[in-house]
C-alpha cells in the first residue's frame, strides 16, 4: 500500500510570478498529506520542459526527511508524479525506491499503488520474450515496460507523435488489463507529452481527480486519496473509474475513456476500515461517516452482549487514531463514557505497516503512552479498526492491565481476518494471521481479553453502502485470478526473511 499523488497544469513564466517547481511543491505538500500510506520512503519525479529532461529526487525515510526546499526547487516543470512508499513487493531498500523512470525508447516515468501478482511470470517473460534486464526487484518496474513497450507496438515500433495519440494509449491501457493480474492505481509522465492515469478493472485500490484554475488555466491533481487535493486547495472531481484511463496533455486538455469494465467492481474493504484518512473520500462518501457508522453497527453487537450479561463495560476506549469514530459511536450506542486513555505519540510510524514484526512491536510501546486515571480499577472496552496479526493487540491488551485495567474487552470493526492479501496490504501469508484456523473465543484467550466483539461482512456492506467490496482477506473470494498467489506469498515472505 503507498500513496500516489500527480500534478500537471499549463507552463508558468515569469511574469505571473511562479516558481518553476511549482508542480513539484504542489506534488511534495500532497505526499504530505497521504504520509499515512506509506513511511518506508518517498520520491519526486518531474519534466522540465526547457532542459527537455526528467529530475528526480526519492530516498529512504519520511516525506519532510528526503526532502528540503533545496531539491524541491530543483525539480522543475509543469508537471510532477509522487509517490510515498509502503513497501509489499520487493524489497524496502534504495533499489527499489518509486518513482521509476526510463529513457528508452521515450522517456517514461511512472508511480503506482498497490500489487501486481502475476509479477514473478511477467518479469520471466519480460527476460525471456522481449530481452528486458530489470534493474530493481518492484513490480511497477515490469508495470513499466509494459506500458511502453505497448505504446511503441500500437504507433508500429517508432516514437512519433501517433505513439501518445489518446487512441494508442486507450488501446496499450487495455492490453496492461489483458495482461497485468492485481489491484494497481498507476500514473505515468511521458516526457513533453502528458501524465496517464489508469485504475484496475476492479477498482481495488483508489485513484481520484481534482481541479484548480490557475492563472494560466487549468490545473489537475491526480492522486490516492482526497485529502491531498483537499489539502492543496483543489476541487474533487470523481474518483477514477475501475478500468478507466485518463490522459492529461501538457496543454492541459483531459480526455478519458472506460476501456474495460467489469460487471463487478471490488474496492478494498480496508480502506474504508483503516488504510484511507478519516479526511478523504472515496466515490463522494465520506470515509469519516463510514466509520462512524461501523462504530453503529459494532455498539449493536455490544449491546447484545451487554443484554445477555456477557460483559459489562465501564467506558469505551479508541486505540489511536483509526478507531476514534468508531469508538464515540460505540459509546454513544450504548451510553457509557467515551475516554481517552491511551494517548498518541505522532513522532512513530503506524505499527502496522512498519516492515517487521519485531518493528512492530517495539512501536507499541513508543507509540503509546496510558493515561492510568483512565484506566486503572475499570471494565474498558477497547475499540480498534481491525487485528490483523494479532500481536499488537495482545500488546495493547497487557499494556491496559498492566495499568489497572480490571478487564479488556475488544471490539473491532473489522470481521476476522483468515485470508492472505494480494492486492497491497502486507499480509500475503496466512500463517501469520492471528484469526486463522482460530475461534473467537480462541481469539479472546490468546488476546488475555474478556470477549472480542468483531463485525461482519453484511455490516461492512450496510456501512459502506457498496454490496460489492473485495474481502478476499476475510471469505477467500477473490476478485481476481490468484493461481500464482502462493507464488506471491513464497516470495514476499523470502524477502521479509533477507531483511
Known sequence: MCGIVGIIGPVQNETQNAPTSWAAHDAYKGLLALQHRGQDAAGILSFDNHSRMFVLEKDLGLVAQVFDQQKIEKLSGNMAIAHTRYATAGTDGKRDIQPMVTGSPFGLGMVHNGNILNYHSLAKELADKYHRQLLTANDLEVLMHYLGYFLMEGSNGVATQKTFEFDNIKKSVSRIFDTVIGGYAALAMIAGQGIIAFRDPKGIRPLAIGTKESAGGMIYCIASETSAMTYLGYKYLRDVEPGEVIFI?????????????????????????????????????????????????????????????????????????????????????????????????????????????????AAIELKLSPIVSEIEGKSILLIDDSIVRGTTSKKLVALLKKYGAKEVIFGTTCPPIRFPCYYGIDFPNPEALIANGKSVEDIAQWLDAKKVIYLDEDDLRAATGISKLCMACLNNKYPTDVAEGANFSRERTKVRAIK
Open 249 to 361: 496533455d501538457t496543454e492541459g486538455h483531459m480526455q478519458s475513456s472506460l476501456v474495460r469494465q467489469e460487471k463487478e467492481k471490488a474496492p478494498c474493504m480496508f480502506e474504508w476500515v483503516y488504510f484511507s484518512g478519516a479526511d478523504s473520500t472515496i466515490d463522494h462518501q465520506s470515509v469519516y461517516s463510514v466509520r462512524l457508522k461501523l462504530g453503529q453497527r459494532l455498539g449493536m453487537k455490544a449491546k447484545e452482549a451487554i443484554e445477555r450479561g456477557e460483559i459489562a463495560p465501564d467506558v469505551v476506549m479508541p486505540v489511536p487514531d483509526t478507531s476514534r469514530p468508531a469508538a464515540i459511536s460505540v459509546a454513544d450506542m450504548l451510553g457509557l463514557p467515551y475516554r481517552e486513555g491511551l494517548i498518541k505519540n505522532r513522532y512513530v510510524a503506524r505499527s502496522f505497516i512498519l516492515s517487521t514484526q519485531e518493528k512492530r512491536e
